[in-house]
């Protein structure tokens, strides 16, 4: 595969990746920044929908090439251009304080949204106007470890390729169908008409998580609607649910957050739904 030269700094190459920090460079390019030795993994071994490889280009210090030669040797196997870099240049394109040595330059990779409802999902996370990026990419990492069919963002909620949603994904992102740009109520009606429950998680909801679980109503297919870290769903987004469900506080906190609300949910819905074992004899 051949030994790259080091990239200087003020290579086009360079400003390109930098530029990416800027979502309307994304959205013209179509690529995005993906930082670390997971995230590089994933994305090398990722491919769209398409078949073409998802990881474009490779920046690596040769410290980091070293060290991560396996993930190197993906990316050449993947296609994607790699070049060693100096921190300086590590630093100039990275968006976290202390760089880990490698970053990505990767393809967008969301889904067309009727894609997800034509494999028939059975656990779907919607985030309607969700603006954090840490948090978008927290529930998207939970989605994933609960074994969700996809995640939808709505055309209210934070950009999917904000450096800070990629980075919180830890991976998952290059897991699991992401749809992005969907208004709520396309959101809610598509999933319900390919028999999907809506359930608008919302800590003033009528309905109780464990009474869900006891009636024995969470086993079938099932969309989360989560909203806004601040001031949650708006009553008109909870009023296209089937239900309103609140997690439960058993103690004296005052709230969950965001994303630990998601995962409580999300976990509620994968158990329910697994088939039950079997007494042994």
Known sequence: MGTPELISPRSPRVAAAR????????GK????IAEGPQAVREAAAHRGGDGQPTLIELFATPEAAERYADIVAAAHTAGARVHLAG???LADVSQ?????????VCRFLDSPFQEILDARPTLVAVLANVRDPGN???VLRCADAAGADAVVLTDASVDLYNPKSVRASVGSLFHLPVAVGVPVEQ?????????VRILAADG?????LDDELDAGTMGTPTAWVFGNEAWGLPEETRALADA??????????????????????????????????????
């Open 87 to 89: 921190d300086d240049v």
């Open 19 to 26: 530029r990416l920090a800027r979502r309307n460079f994304r």
């Open 187 to 195: 959101a809610v009606q598509g999933l319900r008409d390919a028999g």
């Open 136 to 138: 978008a990419g927290t």
């Open 244 to 281: 309103v469900v609140r997690v439960p506080i058993h103690g004296k906190a005052e709230s969950l957050n965001l994303a630990t609300a998601a995962a409580v949910c999300l976990y509620a819905s994968a158990r329910a739904q697994r088939p039950r074992r079997a007494p042994e004899a």
């Open 29 to 32: 390019e179509r690529r995005f």
């Open 204 to 208: 003033a909801g009528d309905d109780d």
């Open 96 to 104: 976290t304080v202390t760089p880990q040595g490698l970053i990505g």
